[in-house]
T-cell receptor, first 114, second 114 residues
Framework: AQSVTQLGSHVSVSEGALVLLRCNYS??????LFWYVQYPNQGLQLLLK??????LVKGINGFEAEFKKSETSFHLTKPSAHMSDAAEYFC????????????FGKGTHLIIQP | DAGITQSPRYKITETGRQVTLMCHQT?????MFWYRQDLGHGLRLIYY???????DKGEVPDGYVVSRSKTENFPLTLESATRSQTSVYFC?????????????FGPGTRLTVL
């Protein structure tokens, strides 16, 4: 069975500092991995996804994530935080060819300090 | 407008009443999904559908019923609402998940059961 663990329900960084949101997964088959962002009172927006092509994936708004099979991780980073990055971030996994939806982590609330 | 829409956006109902949440997508995606979002749980899959007239249970299906007579619509019905079903409900759609297709989410319906 697949699962996702997001370390830290809340992460606070200063504006201009590095953003690092952690995600570890478990999957019995090669996974597809996703990061979504949710702004207040809105739906989820796809930031980026890993589908077994490049291990370093670049997404929207300057975010990127690196797939590390040996560490079963897919951490999300951004070199310089902006106030507009404040939101809830979800990591999600889908096992290989499965068509039965995504398994989500519990989310990390990113706080940006001025 | 193209995309995925949900209605109503907000709903207050009473215990024991039947409630139907609507979801409509204009991309002709084969796959559609219903998730619920609760604090501390992230998003959990309720039901999904691979095509018209094909539906299957997700992680938390009890108390919910779905149907899909047309590709573009995927209504979710709470046959007898309970307070534990107070939540934010998200509908999503995607192309072929087995090929790494992303899920696109609607804006959500906030349901309160009194």
């Amino acid at each position: 069975a697949q699962s996702v663990t997001q370390l830290g329900s809340h992460v606070s960084v200063s504006e201009g500092a590095l953003v690092l949101l952690r995600c570890n997964y478990s999957s019995s088959v090669p996974p597809y991995l996703f990061w979504y962002v949710q702004y207040p009172n809105q739906g989820l927006q796809l930031l980026l996804k890993y589908t077994s092509a490049a291990t370093l994936v670049k997404g929207i708004n300057g975010f990127e994530a690196e797939f590390k099979k040996s560490e079963t991780s897919f951490h999300l980073t951004k070199p310089s935080a902006h106030m507009s990055d404040a939101a809830e971030y979800f990591c999600a996994v889908r096992e290989g060819g499965g068509a039965d939806g995504l398994t989500f982590g519990k989310g990390t609330h990113l706080i940006i300090q001025p | 407008d193209a995309g995925i829409t949900q209605s109503p956006r907000y709903k207050i109902t009473e215990t024991g009443r039947q409630v139907t949440l609507m979801c409509h997508q204009t991309w002709s995606h084969s796959y559609m999904f219903w998730y619920r979002q609760d604090l501390g749980h992230g998003l959990r899959l309720i039901y999904y559908s691979a095509a018209a007239d094909i539906t299957d249970k997700g992680e938390v299906p009890d108390g919910y019923v779905v149907s899909r007579s047309k590709t573009e619509n995927f209504p979710l019905t709470l046959e007898s609402a309970t307070r534990s079903q107070t939540s934010v409900y998200f509908c999503a759609s995607s192309g072929r998940p087995g090929q790494g297709a992303s899920e696109f989410f609607g804006p959500g319906t906030r349901l309160t059961v009194l």
